[in-house]
């Protein structure tokens, strides 16, 4: 048999018809679309219907794992569930790592689609002898941990534990800012497709599957993992916690900017996890602050100590590792209170409960990550819904009454976690924040959308985009706005792209700080490329923090040749990706999108200008530099619409 690295079938679901049916791709529908992300888009933008409803029937959810999970490669553990947004109406995925994605592949499937709405609650459940639908009625209600762990005891009665991916409450109540959980609180938790799961009455899918996945060239496979794994365990010693602060601060005053190699973010990934950019982001001005309005000098040194790295690590029991990661950044913790034990807050949970709303109550963050976990529901819209409804009131826009009593003010911890609580279950003023900020303006009208941020309807991360023009624009331009785990300028800096692709931007060991506001045309190649090597990331399931080591030490291109033979060149591979690219545009353009309708607000481009902290006078010309962006893909510079020859490159038949 030759061995491939991918398993050669996907499954379709239809819950309307309670049917479920196997399909056969050609090696040619994987040699240009790979998989993961690709053959997501492969099969959505054929089988979905100009204009569907994202939360009716024709749309459709995907389940994927990447080309190279379950290979032998390091860091390429991770899922992609994809579908039409509800909460921007465009093209929508969400990323997950933990355990489930080479469970999708041990089952015999690519990728696992569901179409339909099932006319009562359902789970779907796949093993080596069984594909059927069931009941949910039991866990219909639970929260996404106690679904999960009902599911583990009682879905396979023999063997070993099935892997379970669910929703919670926030999904069955179809709030547009809710996502779908693995692992007991690792979460797909962007673009709301959370909701679609709701809207489909399909609690979880659980998956306990025995089949080999196998590479082409293992012993090949095993030699680039070694050097992968060499890089990802040197670790010498680094700062404590606090002085984390104090590091980020130095990065602000300095006029000039060394070029980050990405093993420095490595050894603090390994040691604290993500939480390690809890103090030095605020003092560099990567994290927005007090609903994007604030800045370094309202979150200070005492403000964000209590949430220094050391606090999550002191608490920790026990690290976690998604499968095939040698580094582990994620951690179980312990906790006083209703729940004892918690994932490790991420960054961007810490700081869009934190910073964002001007919270250092450390423990009602610890409380709230589990709570939203438990819901499923996004941390980081979740925060950006509570610090714009907390200007709101500052603004005197709403009152008391409208609120139900809370006094919403900047770092009322009381009033916050009340407020959240309210929001997962839907209840009262919780309600018209429950499906993100975008659609509280709709709810709250009285000229509110002057405090809410967001890129085409989606909350964007703890990244400012003052800070770092590169995320200014990939919040803008991707088919899924508001994201930021697909591009910014210091990403470029660690993947170190131009040491193994021709003809991208090389940057140089040391450059003047203000020079990446100035130049939009560079700035735009080097977006591009970026685009094209993350849609390579999510083809293959890989991590983005993997890629930060290097691309010739996380060598992606060498992996995905000697998994499936196809002995291309990473120009090759980056030409598909970009084709890959252009079919998630043509995606939203066949369902009515206006791609420059999707640019990020004008606060988080410094418009107007902040007058104080580490993005004084700053201000991202966008519009220049989408125009140059799309260009680089072969799409029209003023609408970000695939031109023919772009369109012509894309096959489009399934």
């Not at 398993?7 to 049916?21: A, P, Q, W, Y």
């Not at 791609?595 to 007058?611: C, Y």
């Amino acid at each position: 048999m030759t061995r491939k690295g991918y398993m050669g079938k996907i499954l379709m679901v239809d819950l309307s018809k309670g049917t479920i049916e196997e399909e056969v791709l050609p090696d040619s529908v994987y040699e240009k679309y790979l998989g993961g992300m690709g053959l997501g888009a492969y099969v959505l933008y054929n089988r979905i219907p100009k204009g569907a409803d994202p939360l009716g029937p024709d749309n459709m959810l995907g389940f994927l794992p990447g080309l190279l999970t379950g290979t032998g490669s390091l860091f390429t553990g991770r899922w992609m569930v994809v579908g039409k947004s509800p909460l921007t109406g465009t093209w929508g995925d969400a990323n997950c790592g933990g355990t489930f994605s080479p469970e999708i592949k041990r089952c015999g499937y690519d990728g696992i689609f569901v179409k339909g709405i099932s006319p009562k609650p359902v789970y779907l459940y796949i093993d080596d002898r069984v594909k059927e639908l069931r009941d949910a009625a039991d866990v219909w209600g639970m929260d996404a941990v106690e679904t999960e762990e009902y599911l583990e005891k009682n879905a396979k009665k023999t063997g070993k534990k099935p892997k379970v991916a669910c929703i919670g409450p926030a999904g069955e109540k179809v709030s547009l800012i809710s996502g779908i959980s693995t692992n007991k609180g690792r979460m797909a938790a962007r673009s709301g497709l959370g909701a679609v799961m709701g809207s489909k009455r399909l609690k979880a899918v659980v998956l306990s599957g025995n089949k080999r996945i196998e590479a082409y060239n293992k012993e090949e496979m095993k030699k680039i993992s070694q050097v992968c794994d060499f890089w990802s365990r040197i670790q010498p010693p680094f700062v404590t916690g606090p002085m984390t602060a104090f590091v980020g601060a130095l990065m602000r005053i300095l006029p000039t900017v060394l070029t980050q190699d990405g093993l420095l973010y490595k050894i603090m990934l390994k040691k604290w996890g993500t939480v390690a950019m809890n103090q030095m982001s605020p003092e560099m001005g990567d994290s927005p602050i007090k609903n994007w309005k604030g800045s370094s000098k309202d979150w200070g040194f005492m403000k964000s100590y209590s949430s220094n790295p050391d606090v999550f690590t002191k608490c920790e029991t026990v690290k976690f590792h998604c499968y095939s990661c040698p580094v582990g950044c994620g951690g179980i913790c312990t906790m006083e209170g209703k729940y004892t034990h918690t994932h490790k807050p991420e960054y961007e949970t810490v700081l869009s409960l934190g910073g964002l709303c001007m919270n250092d109550d450390v423990d009602a963050i610890f409380y709230l990550n589990e709570v939203l976990n438990r819901a499923g529901m996004d941390t980081i819209s979740a925060g950006h819904a509570v610090a714009f409804a907390i200007e709101c009131f500052e603004e005197g826009v709403i009152t008391k009454n409208d609120t139900d009593g809370l006094e919403l003010t900047w770092g009322n911890s009381d009033a916050i976690v009340k407020l959240i609580e309210k929001m997962v279950k839907r209840e009262g003023f919780g309600h018209v924040l429950a499906d993100g900020v975008k659609q509280a303006v709709v709810r709250i009208g009285r000229n509110s959308e002057t405090y809410a941020v967001h890129a085409g309807g989606q909350e964007p991360a703890m990244h400012d985009s003052r800070n770092d023009p590169g995320f200014a624009l990939h919040y803008s331009v991707e088919a899924t706005p508001g994201r930021h785990t697909l591009g910014s300028h210091l990403y470029y800096e660690m993947y170190q792209l131009w040491k193994v692709v021709k003809g991208i931007p090389k940057l140089p060991p040391m450059y003047l700080k203000g020079s990446k506001y100035k130049n939009s045309e560079k700035q735009a190649k080097i977006g591009a490329a970026n685009s094209r090597y993350m849609t390579l990331v999510n083809a293959t399931g890989a991590c983005l923090f993997g890629s930060f080591i290097g691309a010739r030490r996380f060598r992606l291109f060498d992996w995905m040749n000697a998994a499936t033979g196809w002995n291309l060149t990473p120009n090759q591979y980056m030409d598909l990706a970009g084709d890959i690219h252009t079919l998630k545009q043509a995606f939203n353009v066949k369902h009515g999108i206006e791609p420059m309708e999707l640019k990020i607000s004008d606060r988080a481009l410094g418009r107007p200008v902040q007058s104080e902290g580490a993005n004084k006078g700053r201000t991202i010309e966008i519009e220049e530099m989408m125009a140059h962006y799309w260009e680089e893909f072969g799409w029209d510079q003023a609408t970000g619409k695939p031109g023919r020859e772009a369109m012509d490159r894309i096959t489009v038949g399934a």
